[in-house]
């Protein structure tokens, strides 16, 4: 019943966003075209509600040619662009995605299909909500925590889905945005989660499998030789 709820509330405060935002949102605009060479906004697919890709909106914070995939060199960031990210501001575009239904503002982070792509089943629960501007592994650190850390508040955030707990995340992101603190995920963090997220599904599937093969004791090989399943001198 509240995702319904929620839904509402996303849209009235998006649409009432766009009025409040509007002229910082002009002058971002003007200051980026004037700053550097490409478009204002950057659009990139991200992982939605049950695994659907969308297109995310942000302000361009980095120079046209960067590319997020490239871990050979570092992110280029432009002038406008550290101050956007320094206070969340190259978010605001974000605000379209909550219009459309996309978005919310209390969720999981979007995250590139990457991520998707490299978690256990377990892990992609995270996804049973829509994604949200702010969520609870933000609040919690940001990204000064564990990619494994982050999950793990997600899928907190899923089980307690709650009004009271997108309230408490909206007043606690405030305080988060104001410190500044774990704002940056250039590539070599999303290179580091991405091995951390291999290298954890890879040892959940093995100990899955280890799960599924029979218990080798006296008992079970006795049972297997009376059935004929083993024929050794064991």
Same mark, same amino acid.
């Given at each position: 019943?509240?995702?319904?709820?929620?839904?509402?509330?996303?849209?009235?405060?998006?649409? %009432?966003?766009?009025?409040?935002?509007?002229?910082?949102? #002009?002058?971002?605009?003007?200051?980026?075209?004037?700053? /550097?060479?490409?478009? #204002?906004? &950057?659009?990139?697919?991200?992982?939605?509600? $049950?695994?659907?890709? &969308?297109?995310?909106?942000?302000?361009?914070?980095?120079?046209?040619?960067?590319?997020?995939?490239?871990?050979?060199?570092?992110?280029?960031?432009?002038?406008?662009?550290? &101050?956007?990210?320094?206070?969340? %501001?190259?978010?605001?575009?974000?605000?379209?995605?909550? %219009?459309?239904?996309?978005? /919310?503002?209390?969720?999981?982070?979007?995250?590139?299909?990457?991520?998707? !792509?490299?978690?256990?089943?377990?892990?992609?629960?995270?996804?049973?909500?829509?994604?949200?501007?702010?969520?609870?592994?933000? #609040?919690?650190?940001?990204?000064?925590?564990?990619?494994?850390?982050?999950?793990?508040?997600?899928?907190?955030?899923?089980? $307690?889905?709650?009004?009271?707990?997108?309230?408490?995340?909206?007043?606690?992101?405030?305080?988060?945005?104001?410190?500044?603190?774990?704002?940056?995920?250039?590539?070599?963090?999303?290179?580091?989660?991405? !091995?951390?997220?291999?290298? $954890?599904?890879? !040892?959940? /599937?093995?100990?899955?499998?280890?799960?599924?093969?029979? #218990?080798? $004791?006296?008992?079970?090989?006795?049972?297997?030789?009376?059935?004929?399943?083993?024929?050794?001198?064991?």
């Amino acid at each position: 019943m509240y995702q319904y709820l929620k839904r509402f509330l996303d849209f009235i405060m998006a649409l %009432l966003c766009c009025i409040l935002f509007f002229v910082p949102i #002009i002058i971002i605009a003007i200051c980026i075209k004037v700053d /550097s060479k490409g478009p #204002i906004i &950057f659009k990139q697919f991200r992982t939605g509600k $049950n695994g659907k890709p &969308f297109m995310l909106y942000k302000f361009r914070s980095m120079i046209k040619d960067n590319d997020v995939h490239d871990f050979t060199c570092s992110d280029q960031h432009t002038r406008v662009g550290i &101050f956007l990210r320094k206070f969340s %501001l190259d978010e605001l575009p974000q605000i379209i995605n909550i %219009l459309k239904g996309e978005m /919310s503002f209390i969720g999981p982070r979007p995250w590139i299909f990457d991520y998707y !792509e490299n978690m256990t089943e377990e892990q992609r629960h995270r996804y049973d909500v829509l994604p949200g501007v702010s969520g609870l592994a933000q #609040i919690k650190g940001r990204n000064n925590i564990s990619i494994i850390n982050k999950i793990q508040y997600d899928l907190e955030y899923v089980k $307690n889905y709650s009004f009271y707990q997108d309230i408490k995340i909206i007043f606690l992101t405030i305080g988060t945005v104001l410190s500044k603190e774990g704002a940056e995920a250039g590539k070599s963090t999303i290179q580091l989660e991405l !091995e951390t997220l291999k290298a $954890n599904k890879a !040892e959940v /599937s093995i100990k899955n499998r280890k799960k599924t093969l029979p #218990i080798e $004791n006296d008992a079970y090989k006795d049972h297997i030789k009376v059935q004929g399943g083993i024929h050794s001198d064991v």
